[in-house]
């Protein structure tokens, strides 16, 4: 009558059934007591603004703590993001005791952290790495290692197989990659995100904040229309009312944060000062240009043209997706919480759940936004390439340099060596002599 098959209660009389997971209260007393004469519902909407300024004014510390903080922020967020998933599933089927399974879930955390953070270093700090003999072996032989650290923790894996569990020990050990796919492999995208620049990292995630504010407002004070099953309190309203508010919030602040170089220029390692620097010449996406408006809008709006940043046009497109698909990261995860009968995926934030439940859409916004950089913004990098072509042998720095000079001349870039040859004896006579 509910739709359930024989495979999934024989799936059930295996794992023991998917018993919710308890959750608690965890408001402070203080705002009980405070808001103790309000109805649940504004009593809710009263904890969740509170709780939402405090966390919208972290945000803000944590950025003017610069971009090594940042990277310990995402950090931090995704262990605890996958320690609430894997929570999730050893309270679910804890009866049957798995012999390593946190063990092994979180020495895989380990390894895929491991091999994405060595990556990260190879490419971002590769003067630092060379000049270091521990760190210059430990980058050249950095994958290769990688591999033997997650084949250790894959033949711990099969040397912990119980015969009447096999098939929970392999649900589990998916249920493992699954949560290092969606958690850890994004996480490192948001970190390539922010050495891009840190208008790349800041604007993308405050148009999911505002998004899921602005549709919760929306859907408090006007909603009506339910949206969809798996989320019944989200309506049409707030998920219309959000993109509108969304798009404008992008406009405002691209604007605002494309005339600070601090924002703009990628976070590049000083080798110098052993530190992170934010200071280039803008490029010409931080540049204000002047737009010609179509001419159905000249009676509207007045204008003829308008001046703006090129990033502006590129906040559109973030910030529309933010507001029509990032909440399906949401819906995602409401029915991952369906399937296991829970509220929220931990009690971390009163009103709010666990950390996961505030960056359920942020993982989907960091990986389009790093496509979107890779697609339509990141050109080749002069300076990873002369790093590189540094600390090649000198045979082989010949042979790119007079590939490199032959494909300039044949270009016409380039006078021929003939050319310049006799350009410099007229120049300088008595050097013929």
């Not at 090649?392 to 010949?398: A, C, F, M, T």
């Amino acid at each position: 009558m509910d739709g359930e098959t024989a495979s999934d209660s024989e799936s059930k009389s295996e794992f023991g059934g998917s018993s919710p997971v308890p959750t608690s209260d965890d408001t402070p007393e203080v705002l009980n007591r405070a808001l103790s004469n309000l109805s649940s519902r504004w009593k809710n909407w009263w904890v969740r603004g509170i709780l939402t300024l405090a966390m919208i004014t972290f945000f803000f510390i944590i950025i003017y703590l610069g971009p090594m903080v940042l990277m310990t922020i995402v950090m931090c967020v995704q262990i605890k993001c996958f320690h609430e998933i894997i929570t999730i599933g050893y309270n679910v089927y804890h009866s049957y005791d798995l012999p390593w399974f946190r063990t092994l879930s979180w020495y895989f955390l380990l390894c895929v952290n491991y091999f994405f953070y060595g990556e990260t270093v190879t490419d971002y700090f590769f003067t630092l790495v060379q000049r270091e003999e521990p760190l210059r072996i430990l980058s050249k032989y950095h994958r290769f290692i990688s591999f033997a650290l997650y084949l250790t923790g894959f033949c711990m894996f099969v040397l912990s197989l119980v015969k009447k569990h096999y098939r929970l020990q392999f649900y589990m050990f998916g249920w493992t990659h699954v949560t290092l796919l969606i958690v850890v492999t994004q996480s490192h995208l948001i970190i390539h995100n922010l050495f891009e620049g840190m208008i790349w990292f800041i604007v993308p995630i405050s148009c999911v904040i505002c998004n899921d504010i602005m549709a919760y407002m929306f859907g408090f004070f006007f909603g009506r229309t339910p949206l969809i099953k798996l989320s019944p309190k989200k309506t049409w309203e707030g998920f219309i009312g959000g993109f509108f508010s969304t798009v404008l919030f992008g406009l405002l602040l691209s604007y605002v944060m494309s005339g600070y170089r601090c924002f703009t220029c990628p976070v590049e390692f000083n080798n110098d000062t052993n530190s992170f620097t934010v200071d280039c010449e803008p490029s010409e996406l931080f540049q204000l240009q002047e737009y010609n408006i179509p001419v159905l809008l000249h009676s509207v709006l007045g204008w003829r043209t308008v001046r703006m940043y090129p990033f502006q046009i590129h906040s559109i497109a973030l910030s529309t997706f933010a507001s029509l698909i990032g909440p399906f990261g949401g819906f995602f995860a409401s029915g991952f919480k369906r399937a296991f009968k829970i509220k929220d995926f931990a009690n971390t934030i009163p009103g709010h759940g666990g950390i996961m439940d505030r960056f359920d859409c942020q993982y989907l916004m960091a990986t389009f936004v790093n496509v979107y950089i890779a697609s339509f913004i990141r050109g080749p990098n002069p300076s990873k390439l002369i790093q590189q072509f540094l600390t090649l042998r000198p045979e082989q720095q010949l042979h790119i340099f007079n590939t490199l000079k032959a494909h300039l001349v044949d270009r016409g870039v380039l006078a021929s060596l003939e050319d310049s040859t006799q350009a410099s004896s007229r120049e300088f006579p008595d050097l013929r002599q």
